[in-house]
Each structure stands twice: as structure tokens, then as C-alpha cells.
């Protein structure tokens, strides 16, 4: 026989049924009856009679006066007994789930015994006021550590309980619970452990938990309750509850087990007042129910505060879903939430305690290595409204007749529509005797992603890919020399427009689609590429000098994808990369329109949860968290998402390692960029990490912590498994193809007269600026 067979026959422990115990008077001969089938069962396992220390122990704590020796005591017994059999005296309590059989003094003396200690911290008086409350619990983790609290101060007569899980072993690390309880319903196990603290309790259990058709009763059948605490996961309960509560007039109180936060509702003397304290505005129950934990974040986040909340709480939002599974918490933290709560109850009942309001009882600031005057930095998070929509119109052209520098105007407005990293739109331009010249602005190309200003090179391609098409539009043939020139380094090319042409119909269409192309961040189902457009765009690329790959296998979008989300993840955790990550975003419609540059956090269609999330890890103390607990791997969800709905993911190379092949490259991406929008697909950049790979390779490693080289090599290994790099190549763009819905918001663009300057000749022969470039510095974090 082996192991299993020999426990093959042993009894099941029950984990579904017996939660209340059964207690017999022994002077009644159908409890003595019961007493013996037990016995005769089996059914007892175990017999705990201490009926004469309960005795000593109860007349001891009646004479307080003096110490009383054994024989007095043996002779208060005998007397206190007047004859009884100590067999008989009191009663007899059965656990079913034990199997344990105690003996107990009467309830009356076993309530006087077990509070005896309580006085005076509450009087006699006021301890018969809290046996006679009704007090509701929803939500057994937290609430677990509320209720036998309440139990043990004798905080309550009945006890409703209400919660439909189960305790699995992720529940041990908080609650009293023993490796026998796994699978035991929250609300029967809390009640066993009520019932052993106090056999004559009143415990009502709903084991479905709380929905609508049931809340009413858990609130006021047998009677209304006198407390309610609220402490259960479901946002839509929470809501739910309250709005009944303050219909019944009962107080509710929730204690959050993150800094000690409780919040008390005093429904019963403010019955109007707004759930929540306001801070969920008029979300109703209805309004939340169904919600996926990921939808419901803005409305948890207002309701706990992102300015309040712990910085290692708001830290676990980033991961919930990713690497955990709900939020956590630990034992000290809900067993403070239950001496909380029981104390703020007992006061509410006494009527010592009478506002509302949020209070804090916040271990790790009163006692820490903090002295008098250290001022309390906390963690800063406002969350901000969604931006409204801004769109960067293409500017009406002049006619064929228009002057000269009417047309470099024109030229500049559409060349300003390039793409540009983070929109920093790193150009300037000169027109002057009929040269049109491109030159790189260094202010505006000084950041970590930018190495030797190769991305700002692919921007001012594109740039000059747009003012050679409006150039033909305007009736002009330019002749184009990319510069580099030793003496004029950010001279990066020139168009002479000496020479006119006849508009023809594809400058036409050209210069309508620069107009038209747009980063598009919008997700939609994944719909495989075309093969038409693949082999378009592959031609397209082949004649321009340029070299296009395509990842369209769900296996390898999959693993570019997890390539990708954690390179966001380092480029959070890298301290200067999130600084000007961050100082790329426009909050606001009126930041955007004020300096027309920098992503308006409208073009990244964002739900209103990826928008809180976005203002939450704007906070540096935020991300250091996530630092700490090696955390944040949820900062790549987005880009998670973007790839999984993406009909292919394409990378632009081109030949050469110099300025000049960047700007040919930029000329290149713009042309595909621009084919691909008129096909009708959605073009968004995911080059970040790219240029991060560009900075490591090619002498700029430096910059980068040792962990953060080490991340980035071992990323470059995966990358280059599914996207390898030909030899003296440069990597141009990375981006994602996909079917989507029109953006709803398009970037602005600086004036013209900030990055044109007109010269013209005076009489004197020299040179007059008629508009001068702006040099204003992209602002940045630190400016």
C-alpha cells in the first residue's frame, strides 16, 4: 500500500459548511443527550474543561482589593458552585470544525470575565452599549482583521459578514488564517474566528456577497445596522453600498491599509453629504458596474488620491495585471486597519467621535529617522483633465505669380511639417538670393535620444523631402546639394530655386499628402498588411536609396513587442531620459498653443486610465519607486497594445554612417511615411530605443549607468535575432503599420517667422535679416 492509499480513507476537512458552534446546557437532559451522541460519533476530538481556573479567574477579578490565596479561592469556588457539579456549571460549546468541545462559564459571567480588562478604558455602561450594536462588514481581508478586532473589545453584538471568495494561499501573508483554511469561504472563516473568541456572539453570514438584491437586507433586515464597514475590492460595491447606506442613514467607515487612511461617512447626521467625501464626483454605482480593472483606475485613483496615496501603492498601479495580480498589501498594515477601525467604531457608537472626513495614522511618517523641521517631501501627482484636440493645418499655398519670398515661405511652412523626435522641430532655414538653406538647430537637439544629432538628421530630411515637392508645387525646380561643410557644420543643404518649372500633377498630390501625413496612435483590430501595400512600400523604399524590412509574424511582433516595452521601461528608469520624455508632453491646450512644439498628450490617444497613468509616472519619486521594488513592467503596456494591433512592424536602413546618409535617409522615411498614409494605414514611430542602440554602438555608452548598458545589450541581442543591421548601415525609423481610425489630434508647429530668416540686400551691399529664427530651448524638465 502506498502513501496515498493509506490516507485514501481519512475524513475530508470541511471547508464549505459548519461556522457556527453549538451550545449545550448540561443541566438539560436533551443537551446532556447530545453531549453523549458526540462522544458516541466520535464527533469530539478534543476536550478543553477548564472550568475551575475560569472560576478562580472570574471571582479573583471581583475582589481587586487585595491578592487572594489558593485556599480563598478554592473556598469562593465551592461557594459560588452552592453545591452544583463543576461538570454542570455554565455550558458546553461544540466546534464542528475543530472537532474541539469547551467548557465555558455562563454567557453572562464569560462576557463580564473576557471584558474585565477593557475597564476603565470603557466603562460597564458603555460596554452594554456596544454589545447591543449591529455591525456590517463587506469585504473580508482587511474587514477579516476589523471584525475579530471588534470581537475581541466585544465592539458589537451581531455581526454581518459578506464576502463570496475563498482564502487561497496568496491570502496568507495578511490574514489570521492556517494552511488547513485554504479554499474556506472569507466570511465562514471569519466567523469561526469570532465565534472562538466569543461562542455568544450573533454572526449573520452572506456568503454570495453584496449585489443589488441582497444589500438592502444585509443593511437593514432584523434591523438596521448602527455601522457599517466597507473594505471589499469591488468598486462597483463600494458605490453601491454607500448609496443605500446614506438612503438607511448609516455610517460607513473604510480603512485602506496603505498609510493608515480611513475615511468615515457619517450618513446618519449628514444624510446628503456626497459618497466618497465628493472625491469620485457623481460617479454612481450603475455607472462602474462591469468595468474592467483597467477602466476603473481613474475613478480609484481620485478616490484614494494620487497626491496621498503611498508611493509604493500608486507604484503597484503601474504593474496591476502585468507582474501582480491585485493590489497588495501586508499583515501589519491590515492589522492596523482593524485596531483602526475598531476604535473609530467604538467612539462613532459612543458618540465621542462625530465628523467626517479622511484622517491618516501613517506609521512610516510618525515614526521614522525624520527630526523636528525636516520638511516631508511625499509624493506630488495632480491629475490633469485631458487635453483637447489640437491640429496642425497646412497653410494655403500662394499662387504660381506669388513673390519670391512669398514662395520661401511657403517652402518653410511645409517643410516645418516633418516629423521630428518628440516634435522638437530641429530646424532653421535662410532664404536669400533665391538659395533656400536648411540648417540644424543644436538648442533644439540636445537630448539623450539624439547622438550626433542622427535623429535631428532624419528630421531635416524629411524637411527638405517636403520643401523639394513644394518647391515643384510652387512652379520651381530646385537643385539640391546636401552639405556637409567644414566651416558651416549645421548647414545641412541648400535648394537654389533659380530655376521654374510647370507644377505637375504628382508635385500636386505630393504636397496635398505632406498636408495630410500624421503620426496615428490609434488601435484598432490587428488586420494583416496587404500584399499590394507591402510590395508598394518595398519598391518605394528600394527607389529611394533606402532598404525596408517588414515583421508581420504574430511570433516575431510578439517578441519585438516585449523587445520594445522594456526598452520604455529603461527609458523611465534612466534618469535624464525620463526627464526629457517628460518635458516633451503638452498637458494643456494652452501649453500647446504657446509653444507649439512637443507631443500634445491629445496625439496619444490615450483612455482616460492611460492618461492618469501618464501623469503618475511623470513623477520622478514615482518612478524611483518602481526602482526600488523592481517594478515597472507595466510601463511598456502601451507599446505592448500598439504592436499587438499592428498589421506589421517596418524598419528603415540606409547605407552609410554619415550626416549625409541620415538626411537621405530622413528623405526616404518621409516618402514611405507619406505612401503609407495615402494606402490608408495608421504610421506611428517606435524608434526610442533605436537611437538608444545608436548612442550604445557608436562611442556613447557613457552616458548610460552600468545596469543600464548591460539592459541595453542584452535587448540589442534580441532586436538584432529578428531585425539584424547590414554592415556600415544606419537604422533610420522604426515604426508600426496598422487599419485604424482617423488621429484625433495632429501636432502643431511652430510660426513660420520663428524658423525663417529672409535676408535681402540693402543699398550698401550687406545683409539685412527680415525675420529672425527663434534659438528659444525646448523646455525641458529642469527649465
Given at each position: 500500500m502506498d502513501v496515498a492509499q493509506l490516507f485514501s480513507s481519512a475524513r475530508t476537512a470541511d471547508v464549505t459548511g459548519a461556522w457556527e458552534p453549538v451550545l449545550l446546557d448540561p443541566r438539560a437532559a436533551p443537551d446532556r443527550d447530545r453531549l453523549r451522541d458526540l462522544a458516541e460519533q466520535g464527533a469530539v476530538r478534543f476536550v478543553h474543561d477548564t472550568i475551575d481556573a475560569q472560576l478562580r479567574d472570574l471571582l479573583a477579578t471581583r475582589h481587586p482589593e487585595r491578592k487572594l490565596a489558593d485556599a480563598e479561592l478554592a473556598d469562593l469556588v465551592a461557594a459560588h458552585l452552592a453545591g452544583a457539579s463543576p461538570w454542570a456549571y455554565g455550558c458546553w460549546c461544540f466546534f464542528p470544525w475543530s472537532g474541539r468541545l469547551v467548557h465555558l462559564l455562563p454567557e453572562h459571567e464569560f462576557r463580564e470575565l473576557r471584558t474585565s480588562a477593557n475597564r476603565n478604558r470603557i466603562t460597564t455602561a458603555e460596554q452594554q452599549r456596544?454589545?447591543?450594536?449591529?455591525?456590517?462588514?463587506?469585504?473580508?481581508?482587511?474587514?477579516?482583521?476589523?471584525?475579530?478586532?471588534?470581537?475581541?473589545?466585544?465592539?458589537?453584538?451581531?455581526?454581518?459578514?459578506?464576502?463570496?471568495?475563498?482564502?487561497?494561499?496568496?491570502?496568507?501573508?495578511?490574514?489570521?488564517?492556517?494552511?488547513?483554511?485554504?479554499?474556506?469561504?472569507?466570511?465562514?472563516?471569519?466567523?469561526?474566528?469570532?465565534?472562538?473568541?466569543?461562542?455568544?456572539?450573533?454572526?449573520?453570514?452572506?456568503?454570495?456577497?453584496?449585489?443589488?438584491?441582497?444589500?438592502?437586507?444585509?443593511?437593514?433586515?432584523?434591523?438596521?445596522?448602527?455601522?457599517?464597514?466597507?473594505?471589499?475590492?469591488?468598486?462597483?460595491?463600494?458605490?453601491?453600498?454607500?448609496?443605500?447606506?446614506?438612503?438607511h442613514r448609516i455610517p460607513v467607515v473604510m480603512e485602506t491599509s496603505d498609510r493608515g487612511m480611513l475615511d468615515v461617512e457619517r450618513f446618519d447626521r449628514e444624510p446628503d453629504r456626497p459618497l466618497l467625501h465628493g472625491l469620485v464626483g457623481d460617479v454612481r454605482a450603475e455607472d462602474v458596474r462591469g468595468l474592467t480593472n483597467y477602466q476603473k483606475v481613474p475613478v480609484i485613483l481620485r478616490m484614494v488620491g494620487a497626491r496621498t496615496a503611498s508611493g509604493r501603492m500608486v507604484a503597484s498601479m503601474i504593474d496591476i495585471e502585468t507582474t501582480l495580480k491585485t493590489w497588495p498589501q501586508l499583515a501589519s498594515a491590515v492589522s492596523l486597519s482593524g485596531a483602526i477601525n475598531t476604535d473609530v467604531g467604538r467612539r462613532i457608537a459612543l458618540g465621542t467621535f462625530n465628523r467626517s472626513g479622511r484622517f491618516y495614522v501613517d506609521l512610516e511618517r510618525l515614526v521614522s529617522d525624520r527630526v523636528d523641521g525636516d520638511v516631508d517631501a511625499g509624493f506630488d501627482c495632480t491629475v490633469r483633465v485631458a487635453s483637447s484636440a489640437s491640429q496642425a493645418l497646412p497653410p494655403p499655398l500662394p499662387d504660381l505669380a506669388a513673390s519670391e519670398e512669398d514662395i520661401a515661405r511657403a517652402i518653410a511652412a511645409y517643410a516645418s511639417l516633418a516629423p521630428s523626435g518628440g516634435n522638437c522641430q530641429p530646424w532653421r532655414f535662410t532664404f536669400s538670393d533665391r538659395r533656400f538653406t536648411v540648417r540644424l538647430d543644436r538648442q533644439?537637439?540636445?537630448?539623450?535620444?539624439?547622438?550626433?544629432?542622427?535623429?535631428?538628421?532624419?528630421?531635416?530630411?524629411?524637411?527638405?523631402?517636403?520643401?523639394?515637392?513644394?518647391?515643384?508645387?510652387?512652379?520651381?525646380?530646385?537643385?539640391?546639394?546636401?552639405?556637409?561643410?567644414?566651416?558651416?557644420?549645421?548647414?545641412?543643404?541648400?535648394?537654389?530655386?533659380?530655376?521654374?518649372?510647370?507644377?505637375?500633377?504628382?508635385?500636386?498630390?505630393?504636397?496635398?499628402?505632406?498636408?495630410?501625413?500624421?503620426?496615428?496612435?490609434?488601435?484598432?483590430?490587428?488586420?494583416?498588411?496587404?500584399?499590394?501595400?507591402?510590395?508598394?512600400?518595398?519598391?518605394?523604399?528600394?527607389?529611394?536609396?533606402?532598404?525596408?524590412?517588414?515583421?508581420?509574424?504574430?511570433?516575431?511582433?510578439?517578441?519585438?513587442?516585449?523587445?520594445?516595452?522594456?526598452?520604455?521601461?529603461?527609458?523611465?528608469?534612466?534618469?535624464?531620459?525620463?526627464?526629457?520624455?517628460?518635458?516633451?508632453?503638452?498637458?494643456?491646450?494652452?501649453?500647446?498653443?504657446?509653444?507649439?512644439?512637443?507631443?500634445?498628450?491629445?496625439?496619444?490617444?490615450?483612455?482616460?486610465?492611460?492618461?492618469?497613468?501618464?501623469?503618475?509616472?511623470?513623477?520622478?519619486?514615482?518612478?524611483?519607486?518602481?526602482?526600488?521594488?523592481?517594478?515597472?513592467?507595466?510601463?511598456?503596456?502601451?507599446?505592448?497594445?500598439?504592436?499587438?494591433?499592428?498589421?506589421?512592424?517596418?524598419?528603415?536602413?540606409?547605407?552609410?554612417?554619415?550626416?549625409?546618409?541620415?538626411?537621405?535617409?530622413?528623405?526616404?522615411?518621409?516618402?514611405?511615411?507619406?505612401?503609407?498614409?495615402?494606402?490608408g494605414l495608421a504610421f506611428q514611430p517606435l524608434t526610442a530605443l533605436v537611437y538608444l542602440f545608436a548612442r550604445l554602438e557608436n562611442g556613447g555608452a557613457d552616458a548610460f549607468a552600468p545596469r543600464e548598458r548591460d539592459w541595453l545589450r542584452a535587448l540589442r541581442d534580441r532586436y538584432l535575432s529578428l531585425l539584424p543591421v547590414p554592415p556600415a548601415a544606419s537604422e533610420m525609423m522604426l515604426f508600426r503599420l496598422a487599419v485604424a481610425g482617423a488621429p484625433t489630434a495632429r501636432s502643431l508647429r511652430r510660426p513660420v517667422e520663428e524658423v525663417l530668416t529672409i535676408e535681402r540686400a540693402s543699398p550698401d551691399g550687406a545683409r539685412r535679416d527680415s525675420a529672425a529664427s527663434s534659438r528659444a530651448r525646448r523646455p525641458d524638465a529642469d527649465d
Open positions: 456596544l454589545r447591543e450594536l449591529r455591525i456590517g462588514v463587506v469585504g473580508l481581508s482587511v474587514g477579516h482583521s476589523t471584525a475579530l478586532t471588534l470581537a475581541q473589545e466585544e465592539v458589537g453584538g451581531e455581526y454581518r459578514l459578506a464576502d463570496f471568495d475563498v482564502l487561497d494561499p496568496s491570502n496568507l501573508n495578511r490574514l489570521r488564517a492556517g494552511v488547513h483554511d485554504i479554499g474556506l469561504n472569507k466570511a465562514v472563516h471569519a466567523a469561526r474566528g469570532i465565534y472562538e473568541i466569543n461562542p455568544f456572539a450573533r454572526v449573520v453570514l452572506f456568503m454570495d456577497g453584496i449585489s443589488e438584491q441582497n444589500v438592502d437586507a444585509f443593511l437593514t433586515a432584523g434591523g438596521a445596522l448602527d455601522l457599517l464597514y466597507e473594505e471589499c475590492d469591488s468598486l462597483h460595491i463600494k458605490i453601491l453600498v454607500r448609496e443605500r447606506a446614506r438612503a533644439r537637439s540636445d537630448t539623450m535620444l539624439d547622438f550626433n544629432h542622427q535623429a535631428s538628421r532624419l528630421a531635416l530630411g524629411a524637411a527638405i523631402e517636403n520643401a523639394v515637392w513644394t518647391a515643384r508645387r510652387l512652379g520651381v525646380e530646385p537643385d539640391v546639394r546636401l552639405l556637409p561643410d567644414p566651416d558651416h557644420p549645421d548647414c545641412v543643404a541648400w535648394l537654389d530655386l533659380r530655376r521654374r518649372c510647370e507644377p505637375s500633377a504628382e508635385a500636386r498630390a505630393m504636397v496635398d499628402a505632406i498636408g495630410r501625413r500624421v503620426t496615428n496612435r490609434r488601435l484598432g483590430a490587428r488586420v494583416p498588411l496587404e500584399a499590394q501595400a507591402r510590395s508598394g512600400l518595398l519598391r518605394l523604399a528600394d527607389s529611394s536609396g533606402a532598404r525596408l524590412d517588414l515583421l508581420d509574424s504574430p511570433h516575431d511582433m510578439a517578441e519585438m513587442a516585449d523587445v520594445l516595452a522594456e526598452g520604455d521601461r529603461l527609458r523611465f528608469f534612466c534618469e535624464r531620459l525620463h526627464r526629457e520624455m517628460i518635458g516633451e508632453l503638452r498637458w494643456t491646450p494652452e501649453e500647446t498653443e504657446r509653444t507649439r512644439d512637443g507631443i500634445d498628450v491629445a496625439t496619444l490617444e490615450m483612455t482616460p486610465t492611460d492618461f492618469v497613468g501618464m501623469q503618475l509616472v511623470s513623477s520622478r519619486a514615482l518612478i524611483e519607486e518602481l526602482i526600488q521594488v523592481e517594478g515597472g513592467h507595466g510601463l511598456g503596456n502601451a507599446t505592448r497594445k500598439a504592436v499587438r494591433a499592428a498589421s506589421a512592424l517596418g524598419r528603415v536602413v540606409v547605407d552609410g554612417q554619415d550626416a549625409a546618409s541620415h538626411l537621405r535617409g530622413g528623405r526616404a522615411v518621409q516618402r514611405i511615411w507619406i505612401e503609407a498614409n495615402r494606402m
